[in-house]
Every structure is written in C-alpha cells, then in structure tokens.
C-alpha cells in the first residue's frame, strides 16, 4: 500500500507540474498580448541634454534619445499611463503627460520647446499603411523660433500644405518618390529644400521643422517603416 501511495503522490505531483507550466504559459502569452500598442519618442530641443525615456516608473529606451533623434517603436499596453522624458543617468524630469493608447495603436511623442521656453510633450497618431509606388509624409511644426506658419511645395510648385502652425501636424500624403520639397516660413524668401532622394516609394515619414533662427526653416525625417 504505501508504494501504490508513493506511486500516486508522484502522479499528482507530476499532474499539477504540467497544469502548472500550462498556466505560467498561458500567463506568459497573456502579458505578451497585453502590449498591443506602440510608442516612439522624438527629441527636438536643440541643446537639451540626451533623454531617457519612461513609461509609469519603467525606463523603456535602450539608449538615450539626443536631439533630432527619435526612438525605436515601443511595444506598451493600451490604456492610460504617464510618459515621462528624463534627462540621461538623471532623476530630472524633463516633461511629462498622461496619454492613452487604444488597441493597436501607434503614436509619436515629442518632446517640443514652447513658445515660453518650458517643454511639453506632444502626441501625434501614426499610420501604418503605406502606398505602393509613392511615398507616404506627414509635417509637424515644432519650430518655436519661427515669427510666422510653415509652407511645403513640391519644386514644380503644387502646394502640399499652407500655414502649418506650431505644434500643429497635417494630414498624411501620397506623393510621388524622389520628389524635392521646397519649405518656407510664410512671408519669408529663405527655402530650405528636402532632397527628393530622401522619400522613398513604399516608405512612411514624418517630417518634423524646427529652427535655430526668427525666419529659417530645419528639417529632420522620421521613417516609421
């Protein structure tokens, strides 16, 4: 009797170790399905210290993020959370915002100088269908410095946007590849021009402006595939 008694402890010990693997499976499975959104981060102060990046309490990026950088999509929870840009190595925070994320989402957060000098954070909605045979591009304006609103053409011309403010974003556009971008501040002559070499056919950008200067516009690409 008290081999067969053996026997049976060490079947049911046996029984819960796989009913208990399945579960720390299913468990495992559920946390994965549980980051169904994305985040990335951009930093477009210049001169600002290189920035760590934090969801709630968690430090989420592998490196920091310098100026005209941007991170690498991070896969989040949807729902409500605090971002968080922190100066790098440092407890400093440098701007903060509550945000929520629906399933399957994908949002850029910026990290953007105001007109006051303080920083804030903006949070702009990505796309995730690109076009075959054109190129895919969106504009921001975080271009404090700027004394009026942006304009894109092509260079033959066609108006892509018309006074684009600060902080504000346009909608997402189809244009054909390798097409050069001429940008001006509105009133003023100085172009800054995106080289049509720079937007690929397929690909999904946003370009996002800033300044060093009252009248001059600065570009930098984000490629979000």
């Given at each position: 009797?008290?081999?067969?008694?053996?026997?049976?402890?060490?079947?049911m010990?046996?029984?819960?170790?796989?009913?208990?693997?399945?579960?720390?499976?299913?468990?495992?499975d559920?946390?994965?399905?549980?980051?169904?959104?994305?985040?990335?981060?951009?930093?477009?102060?210049?001169?600002?210290?290189?920035?760590?990046?934090?969801?709630?309490?968690?430090?989420?990026?592998?490196?920091?993020?310098?100026?005209?950088?941007?991170?690498?999509?991070?896969?989040?929870?949807?729902?409500?959370?605090?971002?968080?840009?922190?100066?790098?190595?440092?407890?400093?925070?440098?701007?903060?915002?509550?945000?929520?994320?629906?399933?399957?989402?994908?949002?850029?957060?910026?990290?953007?100088?105001?007109?006051?000098?303080?920083?804030?954070?903006?949070?702009?909605?990505?796309?995730?269908?690109?076009?075959?045979?054109?190129?895919?591009?969106?504009?921001?304006?975080?271009?404090?410095?700027?004394?009026?609103?942006?304009?894109?053409?092509?260079?033959?011309?066609?108006?892509?946007?018309?006074?684009?403010a600060?902080?504000?974003?346009?909608?997402?556009?189809?244009?054909d590849?390798?097409?050069?971008?001429?940008?001006?501040?509105?009133?003023?002559?100085?172009?800054?021009?995106?080289?049509?070499?720079?937007?690929?056919?397929?690909?999904?950008?946003?370009?996002?402006?800033?300044?060093?200067?009252?009248?001059?516009?600065?570009?930098?690409?984000?490629?979000?595939?």
């Amino acid at each position: 009797m008290k081999i067969k008694t053996n026997h049976l402890i060490t079947r049911m010990a046996v029984a819960a170790a796989v009913i208990f693997s399945i579960s720390s499976c299913k468990k495992d499975d559920d946390n994965d399905n549980m980051l169904n959104a994305k985040l990335s981060f951009v930093n477009t102060v210049e001169g600002s210290a290189a920035q760590d990046i934090f969801i709630n309490d968690s430090k989420v990026s592998a490196s920091a993020v310098g100026y005209g950088s941007s991170s690498n999509d991070i896969s989040t929870s949807a729902g409500n959370k605090t971002i968080s840009f922190k100066n790098a190595g440092s407890a400093t925070v440098t701007a903060s915002a509550e945000v929520n994320t629906s399933v399957n989402s994908s949002h850029t957060a910026f990290l953007v100088k105001q007109a006051n000098g303080s920083m804030g954070i903006s949070l702009y909605a990505n796309e995730s269908n690109a076009v075959s045979g054109k190129a895919k591009v969106r504009f921001i304006n975080v271009a404090p410095m700027l004394t009026s609103t942006i304009n894109v053409t092509t260079s033959a011309g066609a108006n892509l946007i018309s006074a684009l403010a600060f902080k504000a974003s346009s909608a997402y556009q189809a244009i054909d590849a390798n097409t050069n971008l001429n940008v001006m501040m509105s009133g003023s002559l100085e172009v800054t021009t995106i080289t049509g070499s720079e937007l690929q056919a397929g690909k999904i950008y946003t370009i996002w402006f800033d300044s060093s200067t009252a009248t001059k516009v600065k570009y930098h690409i984000v490629v979000h595939n």
